[in-house]
Structure formats: C-alpha cells, structure tokens
Nanobody, 127 residues
Framework: VQLQASGGGLVQTGDSLKLSCTVS??????MGWFRQAPGQERACVAA????????YYADSVKGRFTISRDNARNTLYLQMNRLSPGDTANYYC???????????????????????WGQGTQVTVSS
C-alpha cells in the first residue's frame, strides 16, 4: 500500500488549502490526517470512517477543516480554511487494513491504529 499526499504549500493567514492523499495497492479502511510541527508529537487533526459517515476533528481545527473521501478514486481530502500560523506543520495521511472486528463506521485518532502512512506534505502559514 502506498499513500501519496499533496497540496501543501506556503500561504498567508486566512487563506485556504486543500490536501489530497491518493492510495494505491489495495482497498483502504478508515483514514486520517495527522500533523507534526517541529518539536511536537504527530497528532490527529481529522479522521473519517470507510463509509464517510463518521468524522472526527481536533478542537483546534473544528469549523475550519473538512475531511472527506472518494472511495471510487481511493482518495482522501482535507479542506483547510482560515489558516493561521498555528496550522504550520507537516501533514500526513494514514490508513489501516480492516480487522475482523472493525466496522465501516469506525474512525481512529491514535497513531498506532494506522498501518500505512504517506510521506507528508508541508503546510506553512505566514502571519
């Protein structure tokens, strides 16, 4: 399984960006976006179930970020609006293989819940 994240860049405060993550190799299950700033832990900012019917957002991005997926295209998205310097980080997409006990309605927010990771795309927001 390979994940390819794209869409990062340098923007100004208040701007928007849309990240994409294309998966190849096999059918995916739940997916998530994580971010990691220098000196900080990698943390989940948004997660989505396979069906796309359940979503999670970190408090810091609620109301500004929207996670979505297109299973026909094996692609995950993160629409990021009203960006601020605090959003500056390397953004990673992740997915996991489905376990027998998993539901298509489950999402996951812990790093160790995911099996496969993209290479990261840098988002830098200037003030």
């Amino acid at each position: 399984v390979q994940l390819q994240a794209s869409g990062g860049g340098l923007v100004q405060t208040g701007d928007s960006l849309k990240l994409s993550c294309t998966v190849s190799g096999r059918t995916t299950h739940a997916m998530g976006w994580f971010r990691q700033a220098p000196g900080q832990e990698r943390a989940c900012v948004a997660a989505i179930s396979w069906r796309g019917d359940r979503k999670y957002y970190a408090d810091s991005v609620k109301g500004r970020f929207t996670i979505s997926r297109d299973n026909a295209r094996n692609t995950l998205y993160l629409q990021m609006n009203r960006l601020s310097p605090g959003d500056t980080a390397n953004y990673y997409c992740a997915t996991r293989s489905r376990r027998d006990a998993d539901s298509v309605h489950d999402y996951y927010t812990e790093r160790n819940s995911y099996d496969y990771w993209g290479q990261g795309t840098q988002v830098t927001v200037s003030s």
